[in-house]
């Protein structure tokens, strides 16, 4: 079982700049697609950007432009990079990772706990 430990959220004014992380941490496993999801209160998980091992990256339209997802490998850590940050921004941010186990042909799937974000005057 990968766990995953995101950290970075916090409160910020709109026009702000936030930086999400998001660690991996487990025995014997490659992580493939990372991504990161979003849920506000009332509202669905939403997806929000996704990044393969080789770096291919996807966002949701209401973040491009914005928001820049990255991972390092030997880390097997992602990032989020918000920028320009607005209050329909708000919400818990989760990430999830794809994985691998050594010797396994069977892609599992872990989430973090998430992270609140808080964009406010």
């Known amino acids: 079982q990968v766990q995953l430990v995101e950290s970075g959220g916090g409160l910020v004014q709109p026009g702000g700049s936030l930086r999400l992380s998001c660690a991996a941490s487990?025995?014997?496993?490659?992580?493939?697609?990372m991504a990161w999801y979003r849920q506000s209160p009332g509202k669905q998980r939403e997806l929000v950007a996704t990044i393969t091992s080789g770096g291919s990256t996807n966002y949701a339209d209401s973040v491009k432009g914005r928001f820049t997802i990255s991972r390092d490998n030997a880390k097997n850590t992602v990032y989020l990079q918000m920028n320009s940050l607005k209050l329909e921004d708000t919400a818990v941010y989760y990430c999830r990772a794809n994985y691998y186990n050594f010797g396994s042909p069977y892609e599992y799937t872990s989430w973090g706990q998430g992270t609140q974000v808080t964009v406010s005057s």
């Open positions: 487990g025995n014997a496993f490659i992580a493939s697609t």
